[in-house]
């Protein structure tokens, strides 16, 4: 489990340091690193200050008083700038790192439609929106964070573990007759004790590895619930459901709370341990060095030096006891992020079920497609058959036939099926859903969806378009930032979903059931427009309307499993 823990660690974390920007990632992370390292060396400069500092107040020195003052508040007002700029440098890469990093998954997650592959697929991983928003700036800071911790503290170890062995001098521990002298005795207690803190720390803290996990799942399911409210609020309002919807938030909330409330007895737990080891490293060198001191072996400076060097190797040494919730967080989100990368190779890996060829520009031939379930029941046998351009074709059977189904599996997106599908090098294919797509913005955006920039298409012909299809009244509104798909019925959806068939001008369209919310006279006229502006466009269109056939020249029936191609008189 270790090993597939490190393993997951090092490819997410790889990724961005053998990137394009590596150079640059590398650098600041070097700026990062030595500027800690060089408030280590200023906090070894403030602890030889302790003891010349201590012995003067010992002395009652009072010329050294304020040229020692002085000199404090040089190191300290340096340290202050080295550290802001630490801490300021490390956030900077930080956005760097999950900026790149965010790219990177989001362009997974949407190239090859992984996305809607994750959901046919059944797959077991929740919530990828909060893989790619929440648990990727967790890796990142966490990540960062514990790395140049541990390596301010490594370099902290080093500098101070040879200031507390010459301060601690030698310990004579008298065994019956004889004596045994220990060499820097402050050291090795420091080392024994941050040693065994550290042991019992994970012992005590584990639990909270799996249970920071499947907190975050129970309230990321938790706010998904109320996400889906509040976009299906209008169905909800006439259905009038907000006592079941309540319910059913008590239900999630209650995980969340249940799981929550085991997180905070283990951490309870963790908490008295760590603030006991805590307090008891504060008095700890204090009794270790009294006997030096009251001995007159040592001096208020020196004692005053020992214990905070003390401070400082048992904090470098209980590193991991302080970091341990951070730790335990990070393999947290480390096992989500794996699992998402994980789900996101295995959708990856699928090969499309119909394999396009590039044919002739004249007609789009389908050759032995079959459609099936993820159970591996047939919807449509095997059948072929080919489509003139300026050609229509409806697509009809009884409800759960797989109509819808076939022209998913002809788009590429489903994944259990198969054949060709062969149509010009260039053609042009646009699919239309049933319930259309309105992305968030402006109308504009909405209207020239997927043309991902707008400005490259015309004026004249957005309004032209708009009027085509009867939304005239909603030109002035072109660049009105709103959620269209809340203001507009789903019959105007429809229509604005025309409209970008009108603009996109594709060579073959493919409609299911783009027409289901409109009355038959404009469905009527939309279709007529259609054939008026694009007459060398195929069309397919799935559809139960009766007035659909006066529509299209050809019928594709799916009845038992099998499909009938006949003419339309």
Same mark, same amino acid.
């Given at each position: 489990?270790?090993?597939?823990?490190?393993?997951?660690?090092?490819?997410?974390?790889?990724?961005?340091?053998?990137?394009?920007?590596?150079?640059?990632?590398?650098?600041?992370?070097?700026?990062?690193?030595?500027?800690?390292?060089?408030?280590?060396?200023?906090?070894?400069?403030?602890?030889?200050?302790?003891?010349?500092?201590?012995?003067?107040?010992?002395?009652?020195?009072?010329?050294?008083?304020?040229?020692?003052?002085?000199?404090?508040?040089?190191?300290?007002?340096?340290?202050?700038?080295?550290?802001?700029?630490?801490?300021?440098?490390?956030?900077?890469?930080?956005?760097?790192?999950?900026?790149?990093?965010?790219?990177?998954?989001?362009?997974?997650?949407?190239?090859?439609?992984?996305?809607?592959?994750?959901?046919?697929?059944?797959?077991?991983?929740?919530?990828?929106?909060?893989?790619?928003?929440?648990?990727?700036?967790?890796?990142?800071?966490?990540?960062?964070?514990?790395?140049?911790?541990?390596?301010?503290?490594?370099?902290?170890?080093?500098?101070?573990?040879?200031?507390?062995?010459?301060?601690?001098?030698?310990?004579?521990?008298?065994?019956?007759?004889?004596?045994?002298?220990?060499?820097?005795?402050?050291?090795?207690?420091?080392?024994?004790? @941050?040693?065994?803190?550290?042991?019992?720390?994970?012992?005590?803290?584990?639990?909270?590895?799996?249970?920071?996990?499947?907190?975050?799942?129970?309230?990321?399911?938790?706010?998904?619930?109320?996400?889906?409210?509040?976009?299906?609020?209008? @169905?909800?309002?006439?259905?009038?459901?907000?006592?079941?919807?309540?319910?059913?938030?008590?239900?999630?909330?209650?995980?969340?709370?249940?799981?929550?409330?085991?997180?905070?007895?283990?951490?309870?737990?963790?908490?008295?341990?760590?603030?006991?080891?805590?307090?008891?490293?504060?008095?700890?060198?204090?009794?270790?060095?009294?006997?030096?001191?009251?001995?007159?072996?040592?001096?208020?400076?020196?004692?005053?030096?020992?214990?905070?060097?003390?401070?400082?190797?048992?904090?470098?040494?209980?590193?991991?006891?302080?970091?341990?919730?951070?730790?335990?967080?990070?393999?947290?989100?480390?096992?989500?992020?794996?699992?998402?990368?994980?789900?996101?190779?295995?959708?990856?890996?699928?090969?499309?079920?119909?394999?396009?060829?590039?044919?002739?520009?004249?007609?789009?031939?389908?050759?032995?497609?079959?459609?099936?379930?993820?159970?591996?029941?047939?919807?449509?046998?095997?059948? @072929?058959?080919?489509?003139?351009?300026?050609?229509?074709?409806?697509?009809?059977?009884?409800?759960?036939?797989?109509?819808?189904?076939?022209?998913?599996?002809?788009?590429?997106?489903?994944?259990?099926?198969?054949?060709?599908?062969?149509?010009?090098?260039?053609?042009?294919?646009?699919?239309?859903?049933?319930?259309?797509?309105?992305?968030?913005?402006?109308?504009?955006?909405?209207?020239?969806?997927?043309?991902?920039?707008?400005?490259?298409?015309?004026?004249?012909?957005?309004?032209?378009?708009?009027?085509?299809?009867?939304?005239?009244?909603?030109?002035?509104?072109?660049?009105?930032?709103?959620?269209?798909?809340?203001?507009?019925?789903?019959?105007?959806?429809?229509?604005?979903?025309?409209?970008?068939?009108?603009?996109?001008?594709?060579?073959?369209?493919?409609?299911?059931?783009?027409?289901?919310?409109?009355?038959?006279?404009?469905?009527?006229?939309?279709?007529?427009?259609?054939?008026?502006?694009?007459?060398?466009?195929?069309?397919?269109?799935?559809?139960?309307?009766?007035?659909?056939?006066?529509?299209?020249?050809?019928?594709?029936?799916?009845?038992?499993?099998?499909?009938?191609?006949?003419?339309?008189?």
């Amino acid at each position: 489990m270790k090993k597939k823990y490190l393993s997951q660690f090092w490819e997410i974390f790889k990724s961005y340091w053998v990137s394009e920007e590596k150079k640059r990632a590398i650098g600041l992370l070097g700026v990062v690193i030595a500027l800690n390292f060089a408030t280590v060396y200023l906090l070894v400069l403030i602890n030889s200050w302790y003891n010349e500092f201590y012995n003067m107040l010992q002395e009652y020195d009072y010329a050294s008083f304020w040229p020692l003052v002085g000199k404090f508040t040089g190191l300290a007002l340096l340290h202050i700038v080295i550290a802001v700029y630490a801490i300021y440098l490390r956030q900077l890469l930080q956005l760097r790192w999950r900026t790149w990093l965010t790219r990177k998954y989001v362009r997974s997650w949407l190239d090859g439609t992984a996305y809607y592959r994750l959901q046919v697929m059944g797959s077991d991983m929740d919530n990828p929106d909060q893989r790619i928003q929440e648990d990727i700036d967790q890796f990142v800071t966490l990540t960062l964070g514990l790395l140049i911790g541990f390596l301010k503290q490594l370099t902290t170890l080093a500098a101070f573990a040879v200031v507390l062995w010459n301060l601690s001098g030698i310990l004579t521990v008298p065994i019956g007759s004889m004596e045994f002298n220990i060499h820097g005795y402050m050291l090795w207690f420091s080392v024994i004790y @941050s040693f065994m803190g550290t042991y019992f720390a994970h012992r005590v803290g584990r639990k909270l590895i799996g249970l920071d996990f499947v907190q975050q799942k129970y309230e990321a399911d938790f706010r998904f619930s109320m996400t889906r409210v509040r976009e299906n609020s209008e @169905s909800i309002a006439f259905y009038g459901g907000e006592q079941a919807e309540e319910i059913g938030f008590r239900d999630k909330f209650k995980w969340v709370i249940s799981n929550y409330r085991e997180l905070m007895k283990q951490t309870k737990i963790l908490n008295f341990y760590s603030n006991f080891y805590g307090q008891f490293g504060i008095i700890a060198p204090l009794i270790l060095a009294a006997p030096r001191y009251f001995g007159g072996a040592m001096a208020l400076g020196g004692l005053m030096q020992t214990v905070s060097a003390f401070g400082r190797v048992q904090d470098a040494l209980s590193y991991f006891v302080e970091a341990y919730q951070n730790i335990a967080q990070l393999i947290a989100v480390l096992h989500r992020l794996a699992g998402f990368t994980e789900h996101l190779g295995e959708v990856k890996g699928l090969e499309p079920a119909i394999s396009r060829k590039n044919g002739i520009r004249s007609q789009m031939i389908f050759e032995r497609v079959f459609v099936q379930l993820p159970n591996g029941n047939m919807l449509m046998s095997p059948t @072929s058959f080919a489509l003139p351009a300026g050609k229509r074709l409806l697509v009809t059977g009884a409800s759960g036939c797989g109509k819808s189904t076939l022209l998913r599996t002809l788009a590429g997106i489903w994944p259990f099926g198969g054949g060709e599908m062969e149509a010009g090098r260039d053609a042009k294919i646009l699919f239309l859903p049933q319930r259309p797509y309105l992305p968030l913005g402006t109308l504009r955006r909405a209207l020239c969806y997927p043309v991902a920039d707008t400005s490259s298409i015309d004026q004249g012909v957005i309004e032209k378009v708009l009027k085509d299809v009867d939304l005239e009244q909603l030109i002035d509104r072109l660049d009105t930032v709103d959620d269209w798909s809340r203001i507009l019925s789903l019959g105007e959806q429809q229509r604005v979903a025309f409209a970008r068939v009108l603009i996109v001008k594709p060579d073959w369209v493919f409609l299911d059931e783009a027409t289901s919310a409109l009355d038959e006279a404009r469905e009527q006229r939309l279709y007529f427009k259609l054939k008026e502006e694009l007459p060398g466009a195929g069309v397919i269109s799935v559809g139960h309307r009766a007035s659909l056939f006066a529509q299209h020249d050809k019928e594709l029936h799916i009845e038992n499993c099998r499909a009938t191609l006949r003419e339309i008189a």
